[in-house]
């Protein structure tokens, strides 16, 4: 092993930072934790989180990138490198936040922005391929920081047969399971993912998949109708109807997905701006006002959010633990709570971390893991073939 890295895996407790870009596209996420062991033994103590906010030029342009609707090699060339700065930027200002300096961070965590996912094999010279795209240049992170960085975490468990997510299952697994109680954690970025940790499970016993859209739709739906990034609190879903032909519609989009037993995963190559202009064409036919479009685009990822729990998570939770953006559509949690009575919603702040900083932790956990050389997967999520130790290391 590089002397190195052994130095920093066999200190008591590490400083680690955390990087995310989600879905949403709304900033680049940092955590800051400290971990302490590693595998089953680990422990976290979240000190602090921010965002990142992405300008209007970059989300636009990253939005058209992770479409397809155009790109390239010398965008997503300048992407890549554009995203490990901006990586760079968000570590350096949560170290201000935190009144760390940078030189006591011992690593981090990227997962990056997908740009492209393709779970599902397609012809490629002249064979069936699949694979999966994350940028945001970690050599351009490691250089800035001074210490090693873990990234590119999705092409491992790719290579193993798996779908390449939901990769945080693992470390919630590791934080959060329960020996008397079966709980579930739900996600809602610009995907929602759910993982079910029923009571006393082991890694084997793990339950997680993409239920559909998160904010994905809503957010389109917004911006078209709206003029607006998001629906601030659903409030204007809260002021529409609910049309139940188009709610019934929009399932007859989904339903081969829907009813997919995991593991599974899907992003924006299925609810891309196509999906989106069909959806609002449609909208338009029946004569929907635009608040009517977006509490029925709400209700539906609630109800997809359920069904995915109703149909695929056994047992059933008996608390939901809720995080990302969704989180603050208080318009969405009334939906699901309303489709879930049996099951006690609740806020991810509950569990003693910001709901809005759990992905990027999890990162820096996965990161501890690659570099004590640990399989960091989860096969019963992803449907791998093996636990694999993923992600790659810059030093």
Known sequence: MNHYLEKIITKPKKLALGLMSGTSLDGMDAALVEIEGAGFSTRIRFLDFLTLPYDDALREVL???????????????????????????????????AGIEKERVDFAGSHGQTIYHLNNPVSLGGRKIRGTLQIGEAAVIAERLGCPVVSDFRVRDMAAGGQGAPLVPYTEYLLYRREDKTIALLNIGGIANVTLLPAGCGPEGITAFDTGPGNMVIDAAARSL??????????????????????ELMFTFDRDYLERPPPKSTGRERYN?????????????????????????TRYTAETIAFGIRRFCSPPPEELYVSGGG?????????????????????????????DAKEAAAFAMLANE????????????????????MGKISL
């Open 273 to 297: 701006a196509d999906y989106v202009r069909k959806l609002l064409a449609r909208s338009r036919e029946i004569g929907l006002e635009a608040n009517d479009v977006l509490a029925t685009v």
């Open 327 to 355: 989180l603050h559509n208080k318009t969405l949690l009334r939906f699901i709570r309303e489709l879930l009575p049996g099951c006690t919603v609740r806020a991810g702040d509950e569990l003693g971390m910001p709901a």
């Open 226 to 247: 709206l003029g607006t990034p998001y629906d601030d609190e659903g409030r204007a879903a809260a002021a529409g109807k609910v049309h139940k032909g188009f709610l």
């Open 370 to 389: 690659t570099l004590h050389g640990l399989c960091n997967n989860a096969p019963a999520a992803t449907g791998a073939s093996h636990p694999v130790v």
């Open 63 to 97: 939005m058209k990138a992770v479409m397809g609707e155009e790109g390239g090699s010398r965008l997503i060339c300048g992407l890549n490198f554009l995203l490990g700065d901006i990586g760079t930027e968000a570590a350096l200002a949560l170290c201000r936040k």
